[in-house]
């Protein structure tokens, strides 16, 4: 793996604890600690010192363009990391999920973690906005403070290396959201996808926000309360990329999604790895974990 060269003095950081917003902000109650810049080769975040838990949205450049972003901010204007500084855990059970693909669109947006801040942009392929063949039918994006790490090798998934990325989120509630909006959501399932080799793992989430959001507490409530979901979820994940003239994804697990206390542990260890991740991007002594 890319070595990490560190351009900062510390961090300090809590471990464990798309329709487009133009001209709106957005402000959440969140709590942050302390960070600072680090560079990695292909990698490059910075972790803002943050001590009023307001963020904001700014959009620059315009939508469907190669310039377009949309940045996080502090409320005195700071850019902040929506992948770094935004909290994993809200506490009982409860997790942040940042908004990257409103449901019923098709733009491929992402995080974009080899640029600074990592704002939020319109997935490229050799120079051309990337667009899935067809509508996403759920909000996904990611679980802040995760990794996958490319160095471990999944044992319990055909010994499938981690895909470098955050993990994702599948939220399967009846609102749309929208680009950059942070969700408090509770993991209900997890699909562990294989793609080109690599472990893309898919936790399956719905908002606190949702009307049947007390409903559903595990795999089995989904299937009860949203009939169908899972395995549509399964499949279009499978397929999304035929119509490129690519194979069909695989899932690992027997094919079949895990239930909620898989998708935990899944979320613990991403967590840890991230932990790791950016502790190895700090000299030693120099790094104080609370």
Request: proline residues 7%.
């Amino acid at each position: 793996m890319a070595a990490i060269r560190v351009i900062a003095n510390s961090i300090t950081t809590t471990l464990l604890s798309k329709s487009p917003l133009r001209g709106k902000t957005q402000s959440v109650g969140l709590c942050f600690k302390n960070s600072s810049l680090l560079v990695q080769k292909k990698r490059l975040f910075t972790c803002s010192a943050i001590y009023n838990p307001q963020f904001q949205i700014k959009e620059e450049g315009q939508p469907e363009t190669l310039d377009y972003r949309v940045f996080f901010l502090d409320n005195s204007g700071k850019k902040i990391s929506p992948w770094h500084d935004i909290p994993l855990q809200v506490g009982n059970g409860v997790f942040n999920f940042v908004v990257e693909i409103p449901k019923e669109s098709s733009a491929k947006m992402e995080v974009a973690t080899d640029e600074p801040f990592t704002p939020i942009k319109q997935d490229t392929k050799k120079g051309k906005l990337r667009y899935y063949p067809y509508n996403i039918n759920w909000n996904y994006g990611l679980l802040p403070q995760t990794w996958e790490d490319p160095s471990f090798e999944n044992p319990e998934v055909e010994g499938a290396h981690g895909d470098n990325d955050p993990v994702d989120v599948v939220e399967i509630g009846e609102s749309q959201a929208k680009i950059g909006q942070i969700l408090k959501v509770k993991p209900l399932a997890a699909l562990a996808m294989i793609d080109e080799g690599e472990l893309d793992w898919k936790i399956v989430a719905i908002s606190l926000d949702d009307a049947k959001a007390s409903l559903v507490n595990d795999i089995s409530d989904v299937e009860k309360h949203f009939p169908g979901t899972l395995t549509a979820i399964r499949d279009w994940f499978r397929d999304y990329k035929i119509p490129d003239g690519k194979p069909a994804n695989k899932f690992g697990l027997g094919n079949k999604p895990a239930n909620k206390d898989y998708a935990l542990k899944v979320i613990t260890e991403t967590n840890e790895s991230w932990a790791k991740l950016v502790k190895r991007s700090i000299p030693a002594g120099e790094l104080s974990l609370v």
